[in-house]
């Protein structure tokens, strides 16, 4: 058993972030990090020598360990208060954006490259705006600091090692199972470490597990009256064309943010994460499902360009377990790829076929997923959501001409839970004293800047509060 005065569950961008703002801010508090995963120095993939997923147990590195996810994606900083979750709509968009500088030049200090994509080009990006509109499109303007896949594991590698070496204690290989309420106050967690359990009490707890970890809070919030309601889950596709397709949108704005509202069904269906001249890759998460998502280096580059699109389911009443039906697209996907993604041309798509291997050897566009398997999504994706999918494609086909090719590749399954929105005011605060739920698994943030800026207010609140 521990005593600390705080606790945080996840070593994620939020997480991380919180423990390092009060450091910065001159706490003398005692922190504990809890991460289920390895030290970033310690994570390792190791398709790069097997070709395939192996499905590495207990968890895989690829999400799981100091940083989460955002070690191995492509590392991109949103640096728009528009971009990144609804944490804005909490604690107003004027503050969130000078909380999203402040956050920036933490990453700065840490060696984040001081180049920012997406700025300048004024005439070239009235250009692509035009085209959008004219698709029905919204462009949104944001800039972009690219730390490159290789580069941000440096740069969390730092981080880890700045906290360590002022007092925090970092416990790897240890999984939270539980928090400890008494008298509607949380006074801590129940851990499991090397298959023994044991207890940490603390006068603080912050839960920050990331996306991986938004069923289990979604379950904990269940169990212990944690005042929070169903929020938006995306279900979609990642989309890999050749860098020439995308050439102009690469170099003036590195991504591009669209959002429309195709017809019929006008649900919200946007880009996110696009990554020139990148890779496809496959994540893991803990009960087996098998998901898509795409990364870039600094240096390795690919022929090709890949990006994700989304559509956002919101459910209401009888529904509310958004996350459970978004696995199970999924599951049903891995299903049909024998536990692998799925890759499939999008004119055969509209030709009402499966692909065929041999049909992706021969083609212009060579899948940067090697063991993703040919076959069929549209059997498993819901047809709300393929419906939606199409007709977004076929938009982006006019602000990018040749983005709707038969030899278009999409990837599935893409799934994003943000779901389960737990309630709380502007100071970051539960209806349960000492609790805090932060990042992507709190339903209030999505990516690496967003996460890191509510754990910079963490700090700083709980700071204020210590004086």
């Not at 990837?411 to 737990?422: D, Q």
């Amino acid at each position: 058993m521990k005593t600390t005065n705080y606790v945080i569950v996840g070593a994620g961008p939020a997480g991380i972030f919180t423990a390092l703002e009060l450091i910065r801010l001159g706490s003398d508090k005692k922190i504990i990090i809890v991460e289920k995963g390895a030290p970033i120095e310690k994570r390792s993939c190791p398709k790069s020598k097997t070709k395939k997923c192996v499905n590495c147990k207990p968890y895989c590195h690829i999400t799981t360990g100091f940083s989460g996810a955002g070690a191995f994606s492509d590392g991109k900083l949103s640096l728009s208060s528009e971009v990144g979750g609804d944490l804005p709509s909490l604690i107003g968009d004027s503050f969130a954006q000078e909380m999203i500088n402040y956050t920036d030049s933490i990453y700065l200090e840490f060696g984040a490259d001081p180049r920012v994509e997406g700025l300048g080009n004024t005439e070239e990006v009235k250009a692509i705006r035009k085209r959008a509109i004219q698709a029905g499109l919204k462009l949104v303007d944001c800039p972009i600091r690219h730390l490159g896949t290789e580069k941000a594991q440096e740069i969390y590698y730092s981080i880890e090692k700045y906290l360590i070496e002022r007092g925090v204690e970092i416990m790897f290989g240890v999984e939270c199972k539980n928090l400890i309420l008494e008298d509607g106050i949380c006074r801590g967690i129940e851990i499991t470490v090397k298959g023994e359990a044991d207890k940490i009490f603390a006068d603080r707890t912050i839960v920050a597990t990331g996306r991986r970890g938004a069923d289990w809070l979604e379950d904990i919030c269940a169990e212990h009256n944690i005042a929070h309601q169903p929020g938006t889950v995306d279900i979609g596709v990642r989309v890999e064309v050749r860098n020439e397709v995308l050439e102009q949108v690469n170099n003036v704005l590195y991504e591009s943010k669209l959002i429309g509202y195709p017809h019929p069904f006008k649900n919200k269906v946007r880009t996110f994460c696009q990554n020139p001249g990148g890779f496809v890759s496959q994540e893991n998460y803990d009960n087996d499902l098998a998901v898509v998502n795409g990364h870039s280096y600094k240096e390795l580059k690919s022929n090709n360009t890949n990006l994700a699109i989304l559509c956002s389911h919101n459910f209401s009443e009888p529904f509310n377990q958004p996350i459970k039906y978004a696995q199970k697209v999924g599951e049903l996907t891995n299903m049909l790829g024998a536990g692998h993604i799925l890759v499939q041309r999008f004119g055969d798509i509209l030709d009402g076929k499966r692909t065929w291997q041999k049909e992706l050897d021969r083609s212009n566009v060579r899948p940067t997923l090697p063991d993703a398997v040919a076959g069929d999504i549209t059997a498993a994706m819901p047809y709300r959501a393929m419906t939606n999918i199409i007709n977004f494609i076929q938009a982006m086909d006019i602000v990018v001409p040749g983005f709707a090719s038969t030899e278009t590749l999409l990837y599935s399954p893409e799934l994003k839970f943000y779901s389960n929105r737990v309630k709380m005011d502007e100071r970051l605060n539960t209806n349960i004293k000492g609790l805090h739920c932060l990042g992507d698994s709190s339903g209030w943030t999505r990516g690496l800047m967003m996460a890191s800026v509510m754990g910079v207010l963490m700090g700083k609140y709980i700071y204020e509060e210590e004086k």
